[in-house]
């Protein structure tokens, strides 16, 4: 088998062993998406001297003879073609970037990956926001609420001349009402544990 670029022996490994060039560019009968010509359609294109036929190419990963139907090299496994996350433009898996959209793969998934675990910190953030916002409402309400009953409970007992005895029931409403209301300014602990996660 000659190489179609330096003329001479290719050789048995993936790249010609006096050129260098890949097995796909020396032998010229790789059929595929990608390739050279960089159209995206599955053409035959071999040498007759490597007595080969339009149903076969090369691998790119080993270097076998395989179907030019294959999807995955029945030698080494190899998935022969890819589909650009981008653009959807189907090429070889040798190219690390489409040749239709310049998208390289590899970096757009892990850019995509990266995405994804910004929009689930920032979906975090938001819900503690609001369960922050809910809380310190809720508590806000029950304790004004309970210090409200408690001064009214207070008043009533002194027209009816048992202040003490007002005093002395309202006192833990009165309290109660201040605890909530402190605990809704000192904002929610689901908050600062995030923050202190993050």
Not at 117 to 134: D, G, L
Request: hydrophobic letters at 30%; aromatic letters at 10%.
């Amino acid at each position: 088998m000659k190489c179609s670029i330096c003329g001479k022996e290719f050789g048995d490994g993936i790249n010609c062993q006096n050129c260098g060039v890949d097995r796909v560019t020396g032998l010229a009968n790789y059929s595929g998406h990608g390739t050279s010509d960089y159209q995206g359609a599955k053409t035959s294109h071999y040498d007759s001297s490597y007595n080969s036929s339009p149903k076969t190419m090369v691998c790119h990963a080993c270097g076998e003879i395989i179907p030019s139907n294959s999807e995955y090299c029945p030698y080494c496994s190899k998935e022969l073609y890819v589909k650009c996350p981008k653009c959807g433009n189907t090429y070889s898996s040798q190219f690390p970037a489409c040749n239709q959209c310049g998208t390289n793969r590899q970096h757009y998934l892990k850019e995509q990956k990266i995405n994804q675990k910004r929009h689930h910190k920032e979906q975090e953030r938001q819900k503690a926001q609001r369960n922050k916002e809910r809380n310190f409402y809720n508590l806000l309400i029950i304790g004004l609420a309970a210090i409200i009953i408690g001064f009214f409970l207070i008043t009533i007992a002194a027209k009816k001349g048992v202040l003490w005895l007002g005093v002395l029931i309202t006192s833990p409403i009165l309290v109660g009402g201040l605890y909530f209301i402190i605990g809704a300014f000192r904002g929610d602990p689901y908050e600062k544990e995030m923050n202190k996660n993050n």
